[in-house]
């Protein structure tokens, strides 16, 4: 069964530290993707990337930063969490190509930052 | 604001009723997509309309799309217990997916 796993499932966090949110897809996947979900504000793309080591900044990339060094695996990087990085995030790959496809998408890490 | 809006915000339905959702969306688009999310977990894709299509069944989803009125709809026959969850549609244009807020789904045994 194909699949999108995140790492972990729960994470507290103290207020300054970096953390690191991984995300790993055994589809070979081109495209992948970090969305944070907030009550009331739906799904808001962090950060994507469409290929091994490039990167795109999506719609609120502030206070985050990526890494992608193997086709399988983006990591999500919170360079010093802050309180209202408190969230859902979600981590989801898609085909590239033509063709039209939807996203696959991980179970989602809660982080609690403290 | 968001390229796609569902409506309702939520609906409670008796099981076995159906249920049905709808989203708008203001731009052109490549396809739309519906997705499932169960509480606390990720979401699900349930199916996608390319924009040359009208009506799409899968199971007892069935999903229109107008692009004239640039909506679509989710119907879903027969709603169990099983089925209650949020729905989202996500517009998908120029390389970029937008999820709207989401219909947050109560099917009553």
């Known amino acids: 069964d194909v699949k999108v796993t995140q790492s972990s499932r729960y994470l507290v966090k103290r207020t300054g530290e970096k953390v690191f949110l991984e995300c790993v897809q055994d589809?070979?996947?081109?495209?992948m993707f970090w969305y944070r979900q907030d009550p009331g504000l739906g799904l808001r793309l962090i950060y994507f990337s469409y290929d091994v080591k490039m990167k795109e900044k999506g719609d609120i990339p502030e206070g985050y930063s990526v890494s992608r060094e193997k086709k399988e695996r983006f990591s999500l990087i919170l360079e010093s969490a802050s309180t209202n990085q408190t969230s859902m995030y979600l981590c989801?790959?898609?085909?590239?190509?033509?063709?039209?496809?939807?996203?696959?998408f991980g179970s989602g890490t809660r982080l609690t930052v403290v | 604001s968001q390229q796609g809006e569902e409506d309702p915000q939520a609906l409670s339905i008796q099981e076995g009723e159906n249920a049905t959702m709808n989203c708008s969306y203001k731009t052109s688009i490549n396809n739309l997509q519906w997705y499932r999310q169960n509480s606390g977990r990720g979401l699900v894709h349930l199916i996608l309309?390319?924009?040359?299509?009208r009506e799409k069944h899968s199971g007892r989803l069935r999903v229109t799309l107008d692009t004239s009125k640039k909506s679509s709809s989710l119907l879903i026959t027969a709603s169990r217990a099983a089925d209650t969850a949020s729905y989202f549609c996500a517009t998908d244009a120029k390389d970029k997916v937008i999820f709207g807020p989401g219909t947050s789904l109560s099917v009553i045994p």
């Open positions: 309309i390319r924009s040359n299509e």
């Open positions: 589809m070979d996947h081109e495209n």
């Open positions: 989801a790959s898609r085909r590239t190509g033509t063709a039209n496809y939807g996203y696959t």
